[in-house]
């Protein structure tokens, strides 16, 4: 993300991404803007990949059901704070 944010920052056009960005500076510290979309888009889809054939341990199944929950306890907040933000 970084290269993109830098190319932006230095005139390369633009990018469309899924993410707000931690920070308004690119890596070489000249400003970028965040512009979020209007109009009703539909949620994002969020998936977890594993390799083929691969053992489901306790230590997957715990990050899965963190980030689930983490994902669903905060759904509101981050839906609002996108729909408010620009």
């Not at 341990?57 to 933000?85: C, G, K, M, P, Y």
């Amino acid at each position: 993300m970084a290269v993109m944010r830098g190319l932006v920052a230095n005139g390369f056009g633009y990018s469309i991404i899924n993410v707000r960005p931690q920070s308004d500076l690119a890596p070489d510290g000249k400003h970028i803007r965040f512009i979020p979309l209007s109009g009703g888009q539909r949620p994002m889809k969020l998936g977890i990949l594993a390799t083929g054939g691969a053992n489901h341990t306790q230590l997957l199944s715990a990050f899965v059901s963190h980030a689930q929950s983490w994902i669903e306890t905060r759904a509101d907040t981050l839906l609002s704070t996108h729909s408010n933000s620009g």
